[in-house]
């Protein structure tokens, strides 16, 4: 397996850790799941003050790392894929130019590890736009691994039974549905993952060459990284939450029997209609739209700010790692 492999995975599975916690209340505010503390049923998290979103939602230590089996398996794999496919995009795109890169001696004020270069021949600077075709085409790869990861491990965060595991949805959902089942919702993942890994390397290689110097220590390269890393990882969230806010809802849908309602749909699907009553569930534009006509445009940001949060920390973990693992594993 190649360096960039190996340094994705380790990055993407330490990502997944560090993360977990913000990244179930942020499931569970986009799929409007009541807080398993909540004083009523009818209670929402997004309801409850802050400080008692979170300790609500942490009902025991297990829910610390509720939901992370798959993401920890999956998201190492993902991440892998993310940045072989997204290297050898790149090097295609500036190998082959169509457009134009420019000449450069040096890539960046400070290295990249994520360009690629090639003996004996003078390195090209991937533009902007370049390197934002090569995160889409990257993220339409890792939707393979994406979409059944992300599935598994949404309906585990949103449950409140502490005998739900990761396993066990993915046995429900293998038995009740087969692969079609793994990847409902897999249309909404694939447009979110293009656009969203399309902006986290354009953004991550822009805020590198912006703040990067020549003079930089290996002190300051490795602050640089935390940060250009962390936002990257904000206006990743920012340029897609809406489409992940419409993916969460989809994918959290629970498949009931003919006329019969979960709680999870239910809520889910409050004054959601016809469709929703006949326990049959909804597409990506009838879940957009009921979504917005019940809660307003306000429910496609529920979230955003904790989201922020663990995306700024994790991804400037991720890029931190990511970084040191290629610059070890690569030959001299």
């Known amino acids: 397996m190649s360096a960039d492999f190996w340094a994705g995975y380790v990055s993407g599975a330490i990502g997944i850790i560090v993360g977990n916690p913000l990244d179930l209340i942020k499931t569970r505010l986009q799929a409007n799941t009541p807080a398993p503390h909540s004083t009523t049923s009818t209670t929402s998290a997004a309801a409850l003050p802050l400080h008692a979103q979170w300790r609500a939602h942490f009902e025991n230590a297990g829910t610390l790392v509720r939901g992370t089996t798959a993401p920890i398996l999956g998201y190492g794999a993902l991440n892998?894929?993310?940045?072989?496919?997204?290297?050898?995009?790149?090097?295609?795109?500036?190998?082959?130019?169509?457009?134009?890169?420019?000449?450069?001696?040096?890539?960046?004020?400070?290295?990249?590890?994520?360009?690629?270069?090639?003996?004996?021949?003078l390195q090209l600077q991937p533009n902007l736009t370049q390197i934002w075709l090569a995160g889409a085409i990257g993220g339409l790869a890792s939707f393979l691994v994406s979409a059944p990861t992300e599935l598994i491990k949404c309906r585990a965060q949103v449950s409140t039974s502490r005998n739900t595991t990761s396993w066990s949805i993915a046995r429900e959902v293998w038995k009740r549905e087969g692969?079609?089942?793994?990847?409902?919702?897999?249309?909404?993942?694939?447009?979110?993952?293009?656009?969203?890994?399309?902006?986290?390397?354009?953004s991550y290689e822009w805020s590198k060459r912006a703040l990067g110097s020549p003079?930089?220590?290996?002190?300051?390269?490795?602050?640089?990284?935390?940060?250009?890393g962390g936002l990257a990882g904000i206006v990743t969230w920012a340029s897609i939450f809406p489409l992940d806010v419409i993916k969460t809802r989809v994918?959290?849908?629970?498949?009931?029997?003919?006329?019969?309602?979960?709680?999870?749909?239910?809520?889910?699907?409050?004054?959601g209609g016809q469709s929703a009553l006949s326990g049959k569930r909804l597409g990506t534009w009838e879940v957009a739209r009921q979504a917005y006509q019940s809660e307003g445009a306000v429910v496609f940001f529920r979230g955003l700010g904790i989201c922020s949060v663990r995306a700024f920390v994790v991804n400037a973990v991720q890029w931190a790692i990511y970084e040191w693992m290629m610059r070890l594993l690569q030959p001299v």
């Open 80 to 121: 892998a894929l993310l940045f072989v496919t997204y290297n050898r995009s790149l090097s295609l795109l500036t190998t082959h130019p169509v457009f134009s890169p420019q000449p450069s001696p040096t890539l960046e004020p400070f290295p990249s590890t994520t360009s690629s270069t090639t003996p004996n021949t």
């Open 215 to 228: 003079n930089d220590t290996d002190g300051d390269t490795a602050m640089k990284v935390l940060l250009c």
């Open 251 to 271: 994918q959290t849908q629970i498949m009931a029997p003919e006329g019969i309602q979960t709680p999870e749909n239910q809520r889910l699907l409050q004054h």
């Open 179 to 202: 692969v079609r089942g793994l990847y409902y919702g897999g249309g909404i993942t694939s447009i979110r993952d293009a656009v969203g890994y399309g902006f986290y390397f354009w």
